[in-house]
């Protein structure tokens, strides 16, 4: 039986629960202040001295003086009038509190609104509708659903209005479940809905989304005969379009025998919501067909669909009627075109729209600012930062983050450094976009101690903020660290694909291989093995752990693309196994894949590690002339590389200088690294100027030059490079190598006396030294070791391998293949001791070095002795 309208089935206790419980939509919950009466009071004692005096009370109606200030928007002057009228005992009328609570509702005065309701408390027990009504829009404006739900539960009655403005509230705040609860029980108390009523539950239900629900309200509708109203029509086409029902929004316009510029945005918006672009795109040129003039939000509507289409030849013509109307001055639409450019690749098109604006807001800065971090043009970006700045517009947390993430990509730490500062100035660093791109630049500025300290100071880490620490972590080398991170963050949150793949690179780092095969079985159980890139970063993980059974397996359970080949072939050049290289790229030009930029890299660095020269130079001209890929910059030095290792140092000099494009460091490098093999001197000095002309921070190009100096007895020469580097404040790493064993990845560093196990450790080493001299082996008798060549072999090396090899055999069970992982070459030394454990023991032992992969076995190594530091050439 439905209640009469008077009767109020909400208790008028200030602290009554919400009309619904939190449902699974939305977990946010209605907060309750205390009474309303306590709340901030003093306001009224700290007012000035009120411009009425006590004579003028009696002379002037003070109610009609209050409701006239109020009328002309003077807030100071009516909250004087009020206070006085409140301190003279002088009765404020009710028409008095409802013009105060407008003018307190359109100013957005929250405090003077607070201060208004706790003097109607004072006055009145029970609220009529008209005070109800003035208070309840009040709050709701202000946001504050507490008091609002107070005074509703205080009012003797209800009409339709103050349920309306109940369910409008609850809605906008998020609460959709409550708002469509209050429509239900608006219903069961007997209130008829209006035309006001409609369009707010419509959107509540194309906010959940909740199909049957709107169908449901739609029922309701023609029931109470609003089928014809169009404000009501267009929350339907609107609600049906949210909840993905186009097809019952298309009956409903069709249906309409009146259209509004409303209804065709709404169709057109919904078109595009639901990724039916083309049909938004002809829907607008039906509206222009139908004389109905677009404004702003159709613009922006059609702009963001040319930009989901890539379409730019559409977008043109929409840009070209846009300047043909007055819209071409709106900020927005111009936004949208910006945005749209961009999207394309256009960012000169975006630019000459941006420089036309005469009015630029915060999002017009930061869309022009990402047009320019999207299209690697991350010194523009920067640039547009800074004439922000002068414009005086201040930026906002997106701003932030996409200027930060250019300075991560340009390793731009000071630029970095100070807008960590304005964020902190801003109270931007609690929002989660900045703090985790923070984290990311600073970790691409190889400042990883203070990205971490970023991570640890966010209260509420998210997917992406976890996911950042692990691939900083990963790009500073610190991979045992990032496989810790990431097991913590699996005891909170759910990985994500992104998260996976940074992992799994850290696994492929440090050789983890039972690791990543845990993963692995993760995916499988998610059904994530097949998603995006995963299946290529699994297949990456398999590679580098040398484990290429696997990797063929993997390889041949998903779908190829030119990615997966391409680390198959990169997996083949790492070896020096030249001919299988070759062989695969055949199979992948048969297979009808086509080659990238990338192939013909890994192409390359198998020809020269297998001494290849006249394969690796025709495929040089195929890749240029039958694929019309030109070289970059790694390709030259691959060539280089290519001709240098071979022994034509004077060719590969030639080649640089016959070069379209301005010799890099690393062109310079790989001539370097060559005349270090080949011990020419003069040519290895000139390839070092050049080098620290361009590049004076990798430390790789002064070992290189050290090690030339070295091998041709040059000590002086050695001396003045160790003392440059320590000016310039450059260390060498300290070599380090990693052994997964049941699980768990131990790291072991060059002289570590901490291990649990370093006794058994080195019992282990000094019985096969023991054994090694038994056998004949005179270079571990130190009175014929050459203690400068040992010395320069413990820097360059480190020798942790030893320690790793020893501890895999101490805890694995006999007959186990054993698998290390090094950050540093392996020397001469190490190489031999390893074949002689190998053939000893019977096991075979996988170590990857920085630059190469070696398989020991029955004592010999896959490198066939050509792959350890210090080799010269022949």
């Given at each position: 039986?439905?209640?009469?309208?008077?009767?109020s089935?909400?208790?008028?206790?200030?602290?009554?629960?919400?009309?619904?419980?939190?449902?699974t939509?939305?977990?946010?919950?209605?907060?309750?202040?205390?009474?309303?009466?306590?709340?901030?009071?003093?306001?009224?004692?700290?007012?000035?001295?009120?411009?009425?005096?006590?004579?003028?009370?009696?002379?002037?109606?003070?109610?009609?003086?209050?409701?006239?200030?109020c009328l002309?928007?003077?807030?100071?002057?009516?909250?004087?009038?009020?206070?006085?009228?409140?301190?003279?005992?002088?009765?404020?009328?009710?028409?008095?509190?409802?013009?105060?609570?407008?003018?307190?509702?359109?100013?957005?005065?929250?405090?003077?609104?607070?201060l208004?309701?706790?003097?109607?408390?004072?006055?009145?027990?029970?609220?009529?509708?008209?005070?109800?009504?003035?208070?309840?829009?009040?709050?709701?404006?202000?946001?504050?659903?507490?008091?609002?739900?107070?005074?509703?539960?205080?009012?003797?009655?209800?009409?339709?209005?103050s349920?309306?403005?109940?369910?409008?509230?609850?809605?906008?705040?998020?609460?959709?479940?409550?708002?469509?609860?209050?429509?239900?029980r608006?219903?069961?108390?007997?209130i008829?809905?209006?035309?006001?009523?409609?369009?707010?539950?419509?959107?509540t239900?194309?906010g959940?989304?909740?199909?049957?629900?709107?169908?449901?309200?739609?029922?309701?509708?023609?029931?109470?005969?609003?089928e014809?109203?169009?404000?009501?029509?267009?929350a339907?086409?609107?609600?049906?379009?949210?909840?993905?029902?186009?097809v019952?929004?298309?009956l409903?316009?069709?249906?309409?025998?009146?259209?509004?510029?409303?209804s065709?945005?709404?169709?057109?918006?919904?078109y595009?919501?639901?990724?039916k672009?083309?049909?938004?795109?002809?829907q607008?040129?039906?509206?222009?067909?139908?004389?109905?003039?677009?404004?702003?939000?159709?613009?922006?509507?059609?702009?963001?669909?040319c930009?989901?289409?890539?379409?730019?030849?559409?977008?043109?013509?929409?840009?070209?009627y846009?300047?043909?109307?007055?819209?071409?001055?709106?900020?927005?639409?111009?936004?949208?075109?910006?945005?749209?450019?961009?999207?394309?690749?256009l960012?000169?098109?975006?630019?000459?729209?941006?420089?036309?604006?005469?009015?630029?807001?915060?999002v017009?800065?930061?869309?022009m600012?990402?047009?320019?971090?999207?299209?690697?043009?991350?010194?523009?970006?920067?640039e547009t930062?800074?004439?922000?700045?002068?414009?005086?517009?201040?930026?906002?947390?997106?701003?932030?983050?996409?200027?930060?993430?250019?300075?991560?990509?340009?390793?731009?730490?000071?630029?970095?450094?100070?807008?960590?500062?304005?964020?902190?100035?801003m109270g931007?660093?609690?929002?989660?976009?900045?703090?985790?791109?923070?984290?990311?630049?600073?970790?691409k500025?190889?400042?990883?101690?203070?990205?971490?300290?970023?991570?640890y100071?966010i209260?509420?880490?998210?997917v992406?903020?976890?996911?950042?620490?692990?691939?900083?972590?990963?790009?500073?080398?610190?991979?045992?660290?990032?496989?810790?991170?990431?097991r913590?963050?699996?005891?909170?949150?759910?990985?994500?694909?992104?998260?996976?793949?940074?992992?799994?690179?850290?696994?492929?780092?440090i050789?983890?291989?039972?690791?990543?095969?845990?993963?692995?079985?993760?995916?499988?159980?998610?059904?994530?093995?097949?998603?995006?890139?995963?299946?290529?970063?699994?297949?990456?993980?398999?590679?580098?752990?040398?484990?290429?059974?696997s990797?063929?397996?993997q390889?041949?359970?998903h779908?190829?693309?030119?990615?997966?080949w391409?680390?198959?072939?990169?997996g083949?050049?790492e070896?020096?196994?030249g001919?299988?290289a070759?062989d695969?790229?055949?199979?992948?030009?048969i297979?009808?894949?086509?080659?990238d930029?990338?192939?013909?890299?890994?192409?390359?660095?198998?020809?020269?590690?297998?001494?290849?020269?006249?394969?690796?130079?025709?495929?040089?001209?195929?890749?240029?002339?039958?694929?019309?890929?030109?070289?970059?910059?790694?390709?030259?030095?691959c060539?280089?590389d290519?001709?240098g290792?071979?022994?034509?140092?004077?060719?590969?000099?030639?080649?640089?200088?016959?070069?379209?494009?301005?010799?890099?460091?690393?062109?310079?490098?790989?001539?370097?690294?060559?005349?270090?093999?080949?011990?020419?001197?003069?040519l290895?000095?000139?390839?070092?100027?050049?080098?620290?002309?361009?590049?004076?921070k990798s430390?790789?190009?002064?070992?290189?030059?050290c090690?030339?100096?070295?091998?041709v007895?040059k000590?002086?020469e050695v001396?003045?490079?160790?003392?440059?580097?320590?000016?310039?404040?450059?260390?060498?790493?300290?070599?380090?190598?990693?052994?997964?064993?049941k699980?768990?990845?131990?790291?072991?560093?060059s002289?570590?006396?901490?291990?649990?196990?370093?006794?058994?450790?080195?019992?282990?080493?000094?019985?096969?030294?023991?054994?090694?001299?038994?056998?004949?082996f005179d270079?571990?008798d130190n009175?014929?070791?050459?203690?400068?060549?040992a010395?320069?072999?413990?820097?360059?090396?480190?020798?942790?391998?030893?320690?790793?090899?020893?501890f895999?055999?101490?805890?694995?069970?006999?007959?186990?293949p054993i698998?290390?992982?090094?950050?540093?070459?392996m020397?001469?030394?190490?190489?031999?001791?390893v074949?002689?454990?190998?053939?000893?023991?019977r096991?075979?032992?996988?170590?990857?070095?920085?630059?190469?992969f070696?398989?020991?076995?029955?004592?010999?190594?896959?490198?066939?002795?050509?792959?350890?530091?210090?080799?010269?050439?022949?």
């Amino acid at each position: 039986m439905a209640l009469p309208a008077k009767t109020s089935p909400i208790s008028p206790h200030k602290d009554h629960p919400n009309p619904s419980s939190p449902k699974t939509h939305n977990s946010r919950t209605v907060r309750f202040p205390p009474d309303p009466k306590s709340r901030q009071l003093g306001l009224r004692k700290s007012r000035e001295v009120s411009v009425l005096s006590t004579s003028s009370l009696n002379t002037q109606n003070p109610n009609s003086h209050l409701c006239e200030l109020c009328l002309r928007g003077d807030l100071q002057q009516a909250l004087g009038c009020l206070n006085s009228m409140q301190e003279s005992k002088f009765g404020v009328e009710e028409d008095s509190f409802i013009a105060f609570s407008r003018l307190c509702e359109h100013k957005r005065a929250y405090d003077e609104g607070t201060l208004v309701f706790s003097y109607v408390l004072e006055v009145y027990t029970q609220l009529s509708i008209r005070l109800g009504n003035a208070l309840l829009s009040m709050f709701v404006r202000f946001g504050n659903l507490a008091d609002a739900w107070y005074v509703f539960g205080k009012m003797n009655e209800r009409d339709a209005f103050s349920w309306n403005v109940m369910v409008g509230g609850y809605a906008k705040n998020g609460f959709f479940d409550e708002a469509l609860d209050l429509y239900h029980r608006m219903l069961w108390v007997g209130i008829k809905p209006d035309v006001y009523t409609f369009p707010c539950v419509l959107r509540t239900c194309g906010g959940v989304p909740d199909l049957a629900r709107g169908r449901e309200v739609h029922v309701h509708v023609v029931r109470h005969g609003f089928e014809s109203d169009v404000d009501v029509l267009n929350a339907l086409i609107t609600m049906y379009m949210k909840c993905g029902d186009v097809v019952s929004a298309c009956l409903v316009f069709d249906g309409m025998s009146r259209r509004d510029r409303i209804s065709w945005n709404a169709m057109i918006s919904g078109y595009i919501g639901n990724r039916k672009c083309y049909e938004g795109l002809r829907q607008f040129f039906r509206m222009l067909e139908s004389c109905i003039e677009p404004d702003i939000m159709t613009m922006t509507s059609v702009v963001s669909a040319c930009e989901i289409l890539m379409d730019g030849k559409i977008g043109r013509e929409i840009h070209g009627y846009v300047i043909r109307t007055a819209l071409g001055d709106e900020v927005s639409v111009a936004n949208s075109l910006i945005q749209f450019y961009s999207s394309i690749g256009l960012w000169e098109e975006a630019e000459n729209v941006f420089s036309r604006m005469e009015c630029k807001d915060v999002v017009s800065w930061t869309s022009m600012i990402s047009c320019f971090e999207d299209n690697l043009l991350h010194e523009k970006a920067i640039e547009t930062y800074k004439m922000m700045g002068e414009a005086g517009v201040a930026p906002d947390e997106i701003t932030i983050a996409t200027v930060l993430s250019a300075c991560a990509s340009l390793g731009r730490l000071d630029v970095g450094t100070e807008l960590h500062e304005l964020a902190n100035e801003m109270g931007l660093i609690s929002c989660s976009i900045v703090a985790n791109t923070l984290i990311d630049m600073y970790s691409k500025c190889k400042c990883i101690d203070r990205a971490l300290d970023i991570f640890y100071s966010i209260p509420e880490k998210n997917v992406i903020s976890w996911t950042s620490i692990i691939l900083g972590l990963r790009i500073n080398n610190r991979c045992f660290e990032a496989l810790i991170f990431f097991r913590q963050m699996k005891l909170k949150l759910e990985p994500n694909a992104i998260t996976f793949i940074s992992v799994l690179s850290a696994c492929s780092r440090i050789g983890a291989l039972m690791c990543g095969k845990e993963i692995h079985a993760h995916l499988l159980r998610n059904g994530l093995a097949f998603h995006g890139f995963l299946p290529n970063a699994l297949l990456d993980m398999y590679v580098r752990c040398g484990q290429m059974g696997s990797a063929w397996n993997q390889f041949n359970l998903h779908e190829r693309d030119v990615a997966s080949w391409n680390i198959l072939l990169t997996g083949y050049a790492e070896r020096g196994q030249g001919a299988l290289a070759l062989d695969l790229y055949h199979r992948m030009n048969i297979s009808g894949v086509c080659p990238d930029e990338i192939t013909f890299i890994s192409l390359l660095c198998a020809c020269s590690r297998s001494g290849m020269v006249d394969e690796g130079l025709e495929y040089f001209k195929q890749m240029q002339y039958e694929y019309s890929i030109a070289p970059n910059l790694k390709h030259y030095a691959c060539v280089v590389d290519l001709l240098g290792r071979a022994g034509k140092l004077e060719d590969a000099y030639e080649f640089i200088q016959e070069m379209p494009v301005a010799p890099d460091a690393a062109i310079w490098g790989a001539l370097l690294n060559a005349c270090r093999i080949h011990r020419q001197v003069d040519l290895g000095q000139l390839a070092a100027r050049h080098i620290f002309e361009k590049d004076t921070k990798s430390v790789g190009y002064y070992i290189l030059l050290c090690n030339l100096y070295v091998d041709v007895g040059k000590w002086d020469e050695v001396a003045k490079v160790r003392k440059f580097m320590r000016e310039k404040g450059l260390t060498i790493d300290p070599g380090c190598s990693w052994i997964e064993v049941k699980g768990k990845v131990h790291a072991f560093l060059s002289g570590d006396n901490y291990h649990p196990q370093k006794s058994e450790i080195n019992t282990v080493i000094e019985g096969f030294y023991e054994k090694m001299k038994i056998d004949g082996f005179d270079e571990l008798d130190n009175s014929s070791v050459d203690k400068v060549e040992a010395s320069r072999a413990e820097i360059f090396c480190g020798h942790s391998e030893r320690l790793a090899v020893a501890f895999g055999l101490i805890n694995t069970a006999p007959g186990m293949p054993i698998r290390v992982t090094k950050n540093l070459y392996m020397c001469q030394s190490c190489h031999n001791i390893v074949k002689f454990i190998s053939k000893t023991v019977r096991r075979q032992i996988s170590i990857r070095d920085t630059e190469n992969f070696h398989h020991f076995k029955d004592g010999a190594c896959s490198c066939g002795d050509e792959g350890y530091w210090g080799k010269q050439a022949t």
